[in-house]
């Protein structure tokens, strides 16, 4: 049994409207699987709904062996799942690394009497945070080291999009969902980003990645299996040509002739 | 007690019930066209008060007598003048904030509140003192063993009835209330669709200012005193009346204006000391609000993330 | 490209302290409303300009040459102003008010510049702690410093109860609660007998270790100290070591926490953070600081009044922290000795204190809400980031 993630029939309501209906997905240890489908069509709100914002109507959620479902955000972030945000999601005003290290806060010692009195004990953690978070940096691009102390407001659009993959990367997760990481950047950008996303499961072999993406080129590239979902149901599943194959899919996003 | 006694009391709780909502409605309104808290809601009543009461002594003073005439226009004064203000307030302090913490919204709008409670006390004349306030309305009454029906007191209730009945239906029935309703919505969208939200927020500010000047006229013809103070109790029950039903949800405020009316008349029945009807309620409030923290009718099941 | 390292001159800081000592002694003892008006508008200028970027930074990295050597040295300033003072019981009165208020107003700092909590009941919480120390000194035989740990946890454990919701409920439950406990607080003083009622309690002074506060000084037959030179000490005594806590709160994890769970309560939460409890902490801490301040204050002032805990004072209080700079613990001592010494010297003022610092307060958060003195970005040590 090499299964990470088992979600069964998920659903998801606000009001009238169903967000998302009865989705079944699961996900192998190590695999990265595409997630695609239209604007509305609930891709979203299943990370949503997998990182506890969202209260699931029906369906149950299995993650690493656990029983998951209506687990808090905080215990699905303890368990191992980690993610971006569609419209980034950086504290602008904060520093560099102090978004980082709210990624890493399962490893932080947050007791008062250390924060507050021990501050010799607590630098040593400190600088070993702060070399973890340079290699880190270092990995997706050589000059990103040197911006540790910046704010995070004053980088760039990919910039940012790196920092937030390095927040959700560096408390080691098990599972990264990765919410259209390729939104509001060129072409050259995401193909870039998509590098780095590939380098960084070449290293953590152990990674699974969930991936929602509208640019089908980067899906293609990297993804080992695509779901597609519509009006919030899975309508499709298999290998990135099998998919884009279907006819529903076409019919998903070209609309019925 | 007797049904004489619990009819007073209860109409009693209808009077204060009424006032809370016409407050509530306002915070509703606000919060769902701008999801901002307007703390000065609260003084814009308070002031409200005193432009009804400025007015009725300029008329006086001008030899006017007629009650039906002094009521209605300094009524039509307080509400116009408020509504104004609102405007105003929602122009120059609310809306530059739009794009800032929300707590900064509540600050400056509760900073803005101070302002004008301390311009009443420290500009109208003898503005620390409480101010009679006129009895207008005809207080002719029917006597029924202990209960009292007095015709003043009716025509408040049904005055306050009607104008939250009246903004209802312009939100759900008028082309304006389609545009504050679509704004409410989504407001990206709104604006793309052609609606000028600006306009949308200030004359959404303009008719909450209104009614709640409405409501401090119909607390001072109630009470018949008013003070620079009494809008700041008001202003938080109204919030609160307007969080314990769902904000954003005008029955809601309505329900939850009444419903710490409810509260506070049977605190005010089982302690002697009056102060502790207002904890005896608001502590009831908060348990509520603990165990529906979206409110009793919830308006936006999630937000967006 | 790294910037070399460069050893920044500590002599602008060295400088400005001594300066700083001088200021407050020629401020608290100008007569004329004149010289008052003239001293407030050069301080404004002041703090403008140390909060300016270039200044600021100057400052920043002066301070950073040598942070132990000059953080004694102010101590040792302010010792030395109280030591100047010694004979003046109005100025002593004012520079305990002073530093008791920013003691309040570090606490509210922590509560809404840090965790985004808002408190609109600092008064109130202050008040707590003035009516414990009162009720404890009269009909306990409990060691002050006890009554003064009593009164700040009291004042915590109150706060706490009240936001205790917040588990559940989100957005603006604090605001709303902490303005409704505002307004009812004193109202239930007021028709509290055994607590005095509207004429209050009186408090006994302050004695620690059988040295009792409210006695002068008396170095011989001609020299007398005011004694207030004791309560002024002891709060800034006070004062440095809740400074240095905050301090250090907000330059480690605990700091981080709560920055992360202001900034953005949905992505906090999906980093595991717990968002209601780090509230709570930032709360309670805040209204210990206050309960403890209060206290000390009661104490000195020898009685407590429901009419000295209203919302408008707790307004007074929110008008420092916004005014100083929201997060920046620095900021309050400045802004505090504005907004309290102020009105005491330009008795015009007074009456209109409460108008007048709502509408700074209005213009502040409309054209630089980041307040006088901004808060900088998080430095961990002295040491941290580049050169």
């Known amino acids: ?257 | ?305 | 490209m790294r910037k070399i390292f460069r050893p920044a001159p500590v002599w602008p800081a060295l400088l400005l302290l001594p300066l700083l000592g001088g200021y407050g002694y020629v401020f608290l003892h100008a007569e004329a409303q004149w010289q008052v008006a003239i001293l407030a508008l050069a301080g404004v200028a002041a703090i403008l300009a140390a909060g300016s970027r270039r200044v600021g930074a100057a400052l920043d990295r002066s301070w950073r040459a040598a942070p132990s050597l000059l953080g004694w040295l102010a101590f040792v300033v302010a010792a030395a102003l109280i030591y100047v003072l010694r004979e003046d019981h109005f100025a002593l009165l004012m520079v305990a008010t002073v530093l008791l208020y920013a003691l309040v107003c570090l606490g509210l700092n922590v509560q809404f510049g840090y965790a985004g909590v808002l408190n609109f009941a600092g008064a109130a919480f202050f008040g707590i702690g003035g009516y414990t120390a009162a009720v404890l000194a009269a009909h306990t035989a409990l060691p002050h410093l006890v009554i003064l740990a009593s009164a700040g946890l009291l004042s915590g454990v109150v706060g706490s109860l009240l936001v205790l919701p917040l588990l559940r409920t989100r957005g603006h439950y604090a605001a709303l609660i902490t303005i409704a406990f505002a307004i009812l607080f004193r109202t239930f003083l007021e028709v509290n007998d055994l607590l005095g009622g509207p004429q209050g309690l009186k408090v006994p002074g302050l004695a620690i270790l059988g040295w009792s506060f409210n006695d002068s000084i008396v170095v011989d037959a001609d020299t007398e100290f005011s004694f207030y030179v004791a309560y002024a000490g002891f709060s800034l005594v006070l004062f440095t070591i809740g400074l240095i806590l905050v301090w250090r709160l907000e330059r480690s994890w605990l700091g981080l926490s709560l920055d992360a769970v202001r900034i953005d309560e949905t992505a906090a939460s999906v980093f595991g953070f717990q968002v209601a409890r780090w509230k709570i902490l930032a709360f309670s801490l805040g209204n210990v600081l206050a309960g403890v301040a209060g206290a000390v204050y009661g104490m000195m002032t020898g009685f407590v009044a429901p009419a000295s805990f209203t919302l408008a004072e707790s307004l007074i209080f929110v008008s420092i922290v916004i005014l100083g700079g929201l997060g920046n613990p620095a900021a309050v001592l400045p802004a505090t000795v504005l907004v309290v010494v102020l009105p005491e010297k330009l008795q015009f003022i007074q009456e209109y204190r409460y108008l007048l610092f709502s509408a700074i307060v209005i213009l502040i958060l409309l054209f630089k809400p980041a307040g006088l003195l901004p808060r900088s970005l998080r430095r961990y040590f002295p040491s941290w980031g580049k050169a």
């Open chain 2, 1 to 305: 007690m007797d049904a004489g006694l619990l009819g007073q009391y209860i109409f009693n709780g209808l009077m204060l019930g009424i006032i809370y909502a016409m407050v509530a409605v306002g915070f509703t309104l606000f919060f769902g066209v701008l999801d901002v808290i307007k703390f000065s809601h609260g003084d814009v009543l308070t002031v409200g008060a005193f432009v009804g009461l400025a007015t009725y002594h300029g008329l006086d003073a001008l030899g006017v007598t007629s009650a039906p005439v002094l009521a209605l226009s300094l009524t039509l004064a307080a509400m116009l003048a408020m509504g104004a203000l609102g405007a105003l307030m929602a122009r120059w302090i609310v809306l530059p904030l739009r794009n800032a913490p929300a707590i900064n919204v509540l600050l400056i709008t509760l900073m803005a509140g101070t302002v004008l409670r301390e311009l009443i006390r420290l500009f109208y004349p003898a503005g620390a003192n409480p101010k009679p306030f006129p009895r207008l309305l005809p207080t002719d009454s029917l006597t029924m063993g202990s209960f009292t029906l007095r015709l003043d007191n009716v025509i408040l209730l049904s005055v306050g009835a009607a104008a939250i009945v009246g903004v209802h239906l312009l939100i759900t029935r008028s082309r304006l209330g389609l545009a504050i309703r679509a704004a409410a919505q989504d407001s990206e969208t709104a604006r793309i669709m052609g609606i000028n939200f600006q306009m949308v927020v200030l004359v959404t500010f303009a008719l909450g200012s209104a009614l709640a000047a409405l409501a401090g006229v119909t607390a001072g013809l109630y009470y018949s005193e008013i003070n620079f103070g009494m809008g700041l109790l008001l202003g938080v029950i109204g919030f609160s009346a307007a969080v314990v039903g769902g904000l954003g949800n005008l029955y809601g405020a309505v329900l939850g204006g009444f419903l710490f009316a409810a509260l506070q008349t049977l605190g005010a029945v089982w302690f002697s000391v009056p102060a502790y009807k207002d904890v005896f309620a608001f502590a009831l409030v908060i348990l509520i609000m603990a165990w529906r923290p979206t409110g009793l009718i919830a308006e936006k099941t999630a937000e967006r993330v």
């Open chain 1, 1 to 257: 049994m090499n299964v990470l993630l088992d979600c069964r029939g998920l659903t998801v309501r606000f009001g009238g409207l169903t967000a998302l209906n009865g989705l079944d997905l699961t996900l192998k240890h190590g695999e990265t699987l595409g997630l695609i489908g239209p604007n509305g069509s609930g891709k979203t709100t299943f990370f949503n709904a997998l990182t506890g914002l969202y209260r699931l109507v029906a369906g149950r959620v299995r993650f690493g062996g656990r029983e998951m479902t209506g687990a808090s955000p905080q215990d699905l972030y303890d368990a191992g799942i980690a993610r971006t945000f569609q419209r980034s999601r950086l504290c602008l005003t904060l520093s560099v690394f102090d978004n980082l290290m709210i990624g890493n806060h399962r490893r932080l010692s947050r007791g008062l009497a250390f924060n507050l009195l021990r501050r010799r004990a607590f630098e040593q953690e400190l600088r070993e945070h702060q070399a973890r978070s340079r290699m880190l940096l270092e990995t997706f691009h050589p000059s990103l080291p040197d911006r540790l102390y910046d704010p995070a407001g004053e980088l760039g659009m990919i910039d940012r999009r790196r920092v937030e993959v390095c927040r959700a990367l560096i408390g080691e997760p098990r599972l990264l969902l990765l919410d259209e990481p390729s939104a509001g950047m060129t072409h050259e950008e995401t193909h870039e980003l998509m590098e780095d996303i590939l380098a960084t499961r070449a290293r953590q072999p152990g990674l699974s990645i969930i991936l929602i993406e509208h640019e089908m080129g980067v899906i293609e590239r990297v993804s080992d299996r695509c779901a597609v979902l519509n009006f919030g149901e899975k309508i499709c599943e298999g290998s990135y040509a099998s998919v884009v194959a279907d006819a529903r899919v076409q019919e998903a996003y070209l609309g019925s002739e």
